[in-house]
T-cell receptor, first 112, second 113 residues
Framework: KAGVTQTPRYLIKTRGQQVTLSCSPI?????VSWYQQTPGQGLQFLFE???????NKGNFPGRFSGRQFSNSRSEMNVSTLELGDSALYLC???????????FGPGTRLTVT | QQQVKQSPQSLIVQKGGIPIINCAYE??????FPWYQQFPGKGPALLIA?????SEKKEGRFTISFNKSAKQFSLHIMDSQPGDSATYFC????????????FGTGTLLAVQP
């Protein structure tokens, strides 16, 4: 099976812009979670989706949002970008909730 | 209570040595404890995971030891190789209705030839 894929892999944006990141889970996986990874804060949970419903949300401002489509693919959006949003954004998928999660390679976002 | 404390921050061992990475948690509702390995420029890769009903789990050269009463768990890498040089993260979650993982701060492991 193909692994979790994320696009784009690298992105450079300017403060104030918005960005949309995409995640395609492993075939058959219905749960997708998003994490932000920075050197200072480590790996932090953003949100998770299962069957197109957001099941849980981390402690991030409302500028961070996401959605899941009927084919389990997911997108996350960050509006009004700030310099501190520069990070590696990771997507993970699992067959159902409470099961092993497998991460994609991430999208490296740089905000200038 | 949601934290997972990981130590050491970095570790250097010789090839063939047995690095040990430790994690501790407070939330007794956690019932799923995975370990991830991350190489530079890559996403974390699931290595091995354990649930509190067992005290030890082995997969290849990787072993998790779990102490429920002490709320601690650790990763042992047997016969470590230079290719094991990576950052290792422990994590915890409340299984069942969520996949939300609380991660430790990571351990940078260097295995010298």
């Amino acid at each position: 099976k193909a692994g979790v894929t994320q696009t784009p892999r690298y992105l450079i944006k300017t403060r104030g812009q918005q960005v949309t990141l995409s995640c395609s889970p492993i075939s058959g996986h219905r749960s997708v979670s998003w994490y932000q990874q920075t050197p200072g804060q480590g790996l932090q949970f953003l949100f998770e989706y299962f069957s197109e419903t957001q099941r849980n949300k981390g402690n991030f401002p409302g500028r961070f949002s996401g959605r899941q489509f009927s084919n389990s693919r997911s997108e996350m959006n960050v509006s009004t970008l700030e310099l501190g949003d520069s990070a590696l954004y990771l997507c993970a998928s699992s067959p159902v909730l409470g099961y092993e999660q497998y991460f994609g390679p991430g999208t490296r976002l740089t905000v200038t | 209570q949601q934290q997972v404390k990981q130590s050491p921050q970095s570790l250097i061992v010789q090839k063939g040595g047995i690095p040990i990475i430790n994690c501790a948690y407070e939330n007794t509702a956690f019932d799923y404890f995975p370990w991830y390995q991350q190489f530079p420029g890559k996403g974390p890769a699931l290595l091995i995971a354990i649930r509190p009903d067992v005290s030890e789990k082995k997969e290849g050269r990787f072993t998790i030891s779990f102490n429920k009463s002490a709320k601690q768990f650790s990763l042992h890498i047997m016969d470590s190789q230079p290719g094991d040089s990576a950052t290792y993260f422990c994590a915890a979650s409340i299984g069942g209705a969520t996949n939300k993982l609380i991660f430790g701060t990571g351990t940078l492991l260097a295995v010298q030839p």
